[in-house]
């Protein structure tokens, strides 16, 4: 499974990947598909900072 990282540190936060893919500005729907293939490093950095600021939200 590609993008095995992001998707066990969402699972950690507990932030669920659609509201990574709102952040982004795309659909969950298109996100996942972009899931798929390992992403390039500099866009995981992206990702993780993301899941970092959303789950800052919740505390």
Same mark, same amino acid.
Not at 23 to 32: A, H, K, P
Not at 41 to 53: C, G, L, P, W
């Given at each position: +499974?590609?993008? =095995?990282? =992001? &998707?066990?540190? /969402?699972?950690?936060y507990? =932030? #669920?990947?659609w &509201?990574? /893919?709102?952040?982004? $500005?795309?659909?969950? $729907?298109? *996100?996942? &598909?972009k +899931? &798929?293939?390992?992403?390039?490093? /500099?866009? !995981?950095? !992206?990702i *993780?900072?993301? =899941? #970092?600021?959303?789950? !800052?939200?919740?505390e």
């Amino acid at each position: +499974m590609a993008n =095995i990282e =992001i &998707r066990r540190i /969402a699972q950690q936060y507990n =932030i #669920k990947l659609w &509201r990574i /893919a709102h952040v982004l $500005g795309m659909t969950d $729907g298109n *996100f996942s &598909r972009k +899931m &798929r293939y390992e992403l390039p490093d /500099a866009e !995981k950095q !992206k990702i *993780f900072n993301i =899941i #970092k600021n959303l789950s !800052k939200e919740e505390e």
